[in-house]
């Protein structure tokens, strides 16, 4: 009926509208998203059905869901919501009288679903590829679609601007919960490596599904463990291997940063620093500090938000995704003799990253066969595992920081001979990889954990937890819980922390146990004064002469003149009231 709810007169009227026009391109504007259903629903404003002459506007609460699901693509694009689908102006409640113009689209899919065998997965994922617009879309609409259980933040931005943008899965969205572990899967570091990317977006969009559908094995990883998924580390090299395609894509091209930077050399190579000093009987090997002259080489922007991240947050366990290979591999990964390419150069944790290795290997469908192709390599010998270093050396990776800086252990997954496959391939592999993504999900939960107190029951934070036999200690989180990933058999666990005395058990960790054992601590102060523990802690030390911020930004005066920026020493002799020396005044 005309004229309709935007008062067009005529069709021709409506047709010739902005709005009409919008209609007609949105599915190419959202790449997909969210089409048909806002052409269905746009158009039921143009064209308006009636009753007895009289027109029956759309539902406000189809709009409503609309909107929450799709609002994030159009953010993608940087578009506004459409000014006529605004819920409250041209739709209506169900009491005013209202049609569902997406009720025909929502019967054909129930029939289509009631087709599905019961052997059929209940979870629909489209298995394309996705340009990032349509992946910060996708993860966003997954987390809209369960926020009961995630959300999405960003933890900084590429060197182009794109963010770097991670969705969490717990039963308790944005909260470190006590005791409950952190994990994290990280994919695309390499851009041209496009498979891992896919994999972790499809794993979103199945743990979101699968925990609504009541899928109980899903609803206890969830409700258990807290879950950090960043699809792509490297969005601007993605860009660029994705404008060539999967067919014209070389070895090469993509996989750096847009500053040509190989973001996985790109870290603080402290395996040197521990191979250095591995031979001084009171020399920490864990959270060893960043050197301050790191800060002074080229920092990609993308490998100081995931430092930052690796630093916020207690995490127990990771995975890298990459591609070129068909192995897990893990740290060390650079060779304790530098000159040597290919040397076993195993961790004090030794055992327990065979064993996470293996947790993946074992439960993909075809990693650990002695049949299966090897992309020209021979890891056939060792069931689709290897020592990083052993099969070749390079510094500066993430997973060596990762275990040299922090509590967290990480391993690298090499998905397939192939780093850009086929689009058809994308749902063989995603058969092959799911129960390994899964499996390696729950493996959080091995070892031991528990709570670190004082005799008032507060919690303390960084208490180091030792286990003798393995030279490399954790910390205890904010509210004093830690966690421990070990093999089992017998340990002595010794806590300290610093004014307190020191305590220890022997623990002894059955091979039939299905989840972590819970070893807490309680911690008493001595009679002594808390002057003679050590008051400076260098890890804390981060960027400290803000040489990132430097050279990522140049300074700009009043004048809106770039202006040479202060040398990095200033700041020290300014604060510490000490005149800086005459020759460091000279040569700057």
């Known amino acids: 009926i005309f004229p309709n709810i935007l008062g067009h007169r005529s069709r021709m009227e409506a047709e010739s509208g902005a709005e009409y026009l919008l209609l007609s391109v949105i599915h190419g504007l959202l790449n997909g998203e969210c089409s048909p259903e806002i052409r269905l ?26 909107r929450k699901d799709c609002i994030h693509a159009f953010e993608a694009i940087e578009m506004a919501w459409p000014y006529f689908l605004d819920c409250d ?56 679609k369960c926020s009961q259980i995630s959300h999405v933040y960003s933890i900084g931005r590429s060197n182009e601007g794109r963010d770097l943008l991670v969705i969490e899965f717990t039963n308790n969205p944005g909260e470190h919960e006590l005791l409950e572990p952190e994990i994290k899967l990280v994919g695309n570091m390499h851009g041209n490596e496009v498979l891992g990317r896919q994999l972790l977006i499809y794993l979103a969009q199945y743990l979101c599904s699968e925990y609504n559908l009541g899928n109980q094995r899903i609803q206890t990883i969830i409700n258990t ?74 920092v990609a922007p993308e490998t100081y938000a995931v430092m930052k991240w690796i630093r916020s947050l207690p995490f127990v366990q990771s995975a890298s995704l990459h591609g070129g290979e068909l192995v897990v591999s893990y740290p060390f990964d650079f060779s304790r003799h530098p000159q040597e390419e290919r040397m076993f150069s195993p961790t004090p944790d030794e055992q327990v990253f065979k064993q996470l290795a293996r947790t993946y290997a074992d439960a993909h469908a075809t990693m650990s066969n002695n049949d299966t192709e090897r992309c020209g390599a021979s890891f056939y010998r060792t069931r689709g595992i290897i020592n990083g270093a052993l099969w070749y050396s390079f510094a500066g990776g993430m997973s060596d920081f990762n275990y040299l800086h922090t509590n967290c252990l990480e391993i690298t997954v090499e998905l397939g001979c192939d780093k850009f496959p086929p689009e058809g391939e994308l749902y063989p592999e995603w058969k092959r ?86 070893v807490d601590f309680v911690l008493e102060k001595p009679d002594i004064d808390d002057h003679l523990f050590p008051t400076i802690d260098t890890w804390d030390r981060f960027d400290p002469y803000n040489q ?20 990095w020493w200033w700041n020290y002799f300014s604060q510490s009231g000490v005149s800086p020396p005459n020759w460091l005044l000279r040569n700057h």
């Open 41 to 66: 629903v746009g158009c039921s404003v143009l064209a308006s059905p009636c009753r007895d002459d009289k027109m029956i506007r759309p539902c406000r609460s189809t709009c409503e869901a609309l």
């Open 89 to 144: 102006r041209f739709f209506a409640s169900d009491q005013e009288g209202c049609f569902d113009p997406l009720a025909g689209m929502k019967a054909r899919q129930e029939v289509a679903l009631s087709s599905l065998s019961p052997e059929e997965p209940s979870t629909i994922i489209q298995f394309t590829y996705t340009s990032n617009a349509q992946m910060y879309s996708l993860l966003k609409r997954t987390a809209a």
């Open 225 to 298: 463990t807290r879950i950090h998924i960043l699809a792509s580390m490297n969005p601007d090299g993605y860009e660029l291997a994705a404008s060539e395609g999967h067919l014209l894509n070389g070895w090469t091209n993509g996989r750096t940063n847009a500053q040509n930077i190989d973001l996985n050399r790109n870290f603080p190579d402290l395996t040197s620093v521990f191979y250095r000093n591995r031979r001084s009987r009171f020399y920490r090997i864990d959270h060893i500090p960043i050197p301050d002259a790191y800060w002074f080489g080229k």
């Open 433 to 518: 990889n799911k129960e390994a993504l899964l499996t390696f999900l729950e493996s959080v939960h091995r070892g031991i954990k528990g709570v670190v107190k004082d005799t008032e029951g507060n919690g303390i934070k960084g208490a180091t937890i030792s286990v003798r036999g393995i030279r490399k200690d954790v910390t205890s989180a904010e509210n004093g819980d830690y966690w421990r990933l070990l093999n089992p058999g017998t340990h002595i666990l010794t806590v300290t922390a610093k004014g307190y005395s020191r305590v220890s058990k022997r623990v002894h960790l059955p091979n039939n146990m299905n989840k972590a054992g819970r």
């Open 548 to 567: 990132f911020e430097r050279n990522s930004e140049p300074h700009i005066d009043e004048e809106g003149i770039e202006r040479e920026e202060k040398p």
